[in-house]
């Protein structure tokens, strides 16, 4: 019960959180892959998901994420951070991300019950430019294994599969089909709206 308060009160963050160093319109989803209703209960399965977002110009980039159970994001083949489903996480890219084809990948992990990734984040031109990431648009994922040439922006997955839009918000999420410690969770974050900046970088 304590794992899925957790989960849940990371879901409800994000619903009621302002998207404060991505993107001003926060058009980010929680998606997953097509079988099953991951809003209830999902398969125990490990997945990877994984898109390329082309900056116009020498750039920056953030990016905010989250993953009910465990997630290991890499941006241009470097290991970026990982976490679990007890907070959202924040990654700055400076350095990383840059002119042209950037590849954003991620391996999700679910041990039980429901499942989702959550992205935000964009690349940030010189002259101020935003290029966004977030998840649906361009996502794709693999219940394959794949080979480590996954990172590399010349990968081909033409073979991988359209992600699952599991809400049309994040607020979808947190909607009904909550029990009695649930609804405490939920009503707890709820005081965290706004509150992005104090959630810390990279897990800490």
């Not at 308060?5 to 989803?29: E, H, I, P, R």
């Not at 290991?72 to 840059?98: C, H, S, T």
């Given at each position: ?89 924040r ?5 990383i ?60 997955d ?31 974050v ?15």
């Amino acid at each position: 019960m304590l794992r899925r308060c957790l989960a849940v009160a990371v879901w409800a963050t994000l619903a009621c959180s302002t998207s404060v160093f991505a993107q001003d319109n926060d058009d980010a989803k929680w998606i997953w892959y097509g079988e099953g209703n991951s809003l209830e209960n999902a398969p125990a399965a490990t997945v990877w998901f994984r898109t390329v977002a082309r900056g116009n110009e020498p750039s920056t980039g953030a990016i905010r994420i989250a993953c009910d159970d465990h997630f290991v994001l890499w941006v241009n083949g470097q290991k970026i951070g990982e976490g679990d489903a007890k907070k959202p996480y924040r990654f700055n890219l400076n350095g990383i991300v840059e002119k042209g084809p950037n590849v954003i990948a991620i391996e999700a992990t679910n041990k039980e019950g429901r499942a989702g990734l959550f992205v935000d984040g964009e690349i940030r031109g010189q002259s101020g430019g935003k290029v966004p990431f977030d998840t649906p648009t361009n996502w794709k994922v693999s219940l394959e294994k794949p080979a480590s040439a996954w990172l590399d922006v010349k990968y081909d997955d033409s073979s991988w599969k359209p992600v699952k839009v599991l809400a049309e918000t994040a607020s979808g999420l947190v909607v009904g089909g909550l029990k009695g410690d649930e609804k405490i969770a939920v009503r707890g974050v709820a005081a965290l709206k706004g509150t992005w900046q104090g959630l810390g970088q990279g897990g800490e």
